[in-house]
């Protein structure tokens, strides 16, 4: 397999580090997640909701889950490592207790004194809008006045507003700061990467092979001769270059790209089934309504583990007549 020199690849060097959590395997840094959907064609899953939207259920964010087969995929080949994330967590002595809630005081100052130039800045801007919507109104009002009383009567006029103005910006520079942080509440960053704590450790808690991982108990897909089938499939049709997804959604165990999937629509789905069962015809009349109700093949996909091969059959509706 050809690798791509994307810009990505030159900054990023494998392995990356996947955190295992209650059987998932998760990725939290975009740029990881990047590399290996343009080097290696795998597309993951996100899962997490959005900051701002965190009520809808249509897109999603970090952190991105790995199918069982990609995992295993790129545990083989060296590019990732495991990491046991609950056994990384330990217990925080009281210095780091005690420095983590002083960054945490002062990211909370940061914000209050970031608010508090804002509202000065937002009154200056009204002040200075105001004064210069009573001038013009006052040169109006003087001017239509002079003709009236005099030159007299406007340097008096002019005079009285002049310490009137005076008095008001000083009243403004006296105000309370206290007073302009009313309403005033902080960001809270609620930090979903674990490796950001000073109390996670990783050092005793990586693994770099299926064994070790097993053996550990972290990771033990496949354990099942079904899971061994599907992976070799998986494997195979990888090798072949396609761009390979959960096709839970359309009744199959993949779909298959034939390049990105934000550039492409699937042209596969795909179902592994063992060599020896036994397919009805209604079975097939299934399949094939199903794929061709989506504009895609449906393709039948079993390991042969006597001459260690993929078989596949795909299904089309075909029109006569």
């Known amino acids: 397999m050809e690798i791509k020199n994307t810009n990505a690849s030159l900054e990023l060097k494998p392995p990356f580090k996947v955190y295992v959590s209650n059987k998932k395997a998760l990725l939290w840094n975009i740029e990881e997640i990047r590399f290996l959907r343009e080097n290696y064609r795998i597309v993951g899953s996100f899962i997490g909701c959005l900051p701002r939207y965190p009520l809808q259920n249509q897109l999603f964010g970090l952190p991105m889950t790995l199918l069982n087969e990609e995992v295993t995929l790129l545990l083989s080949k060296g590019i990732i490592i495991l990491v046991d994330d609950k056994k990384s967590h330990q217990s925080p002595t009281n210095a780091q207790i005690k420095k983590f809630e002083q960054i945490s005081l002062e990211e909370e100052d940061k914000q209050l004194q970031e608010y508090i130039n804002f509202i000065e800045e937002k009154k200056s801007k009204i002040e200075n809008l105001r004064k210069n919507n009573n001038l013009s109104q006052d040169i109006k009002e003087k001017k239509n006045k002079a003709k009236k009383t005099g030159l007299n009567d406007l340097k008096e006029n002019t005079l009285l507003q002049q310490k009137q103005e005076s008095q008001d910006l000083e009243n403004i520079n006296v105000e309370d700061k206290t007073s302009k942080a009313k309403g005033f509440a902080p960001v809270i960053n609620i930090k979903t990467l674990s490796a950001s704590f000073a109390w996670y450790n990783v050092n005793e808690n990586c693994f770099d092979s299926i064994d070790i991982a097993k053996q550990n108990n972290l990771w033990t897909w496949p354990n099942t001769l079904k899971d061994i089938q599907k992976y070799k499939i998986y494997c195979d049709l990888w ?83």
């Not at 042209?267 to 592994?272: G, L, P």
């Not at 393709?299 to 509706?317: G, R």
């Open 239 to 321: 090798n072949k270059g396609y761009y390979i997804t959960s096709g839970i959604k359309f009744g199959g165990d993949y779909l298959l790209y034939p390049g990105d999937p934000l550039r492409y629509h699937s042209h596969f789905i795909a179902t592994v089934l063992d060599t020896d069962k036994t397919i009805s015809p209604m079975d097939i009349i299934t399949f094939g309504r199903l794929g061709t109700s989506v504009k895609k093949s449906y393709m039948l996909c079993s390991w042969n583990q006597q001459e260690d091969k993929a078989i596949y059959f795909c299904l089309e509706w075909s029109g006569f007549g």
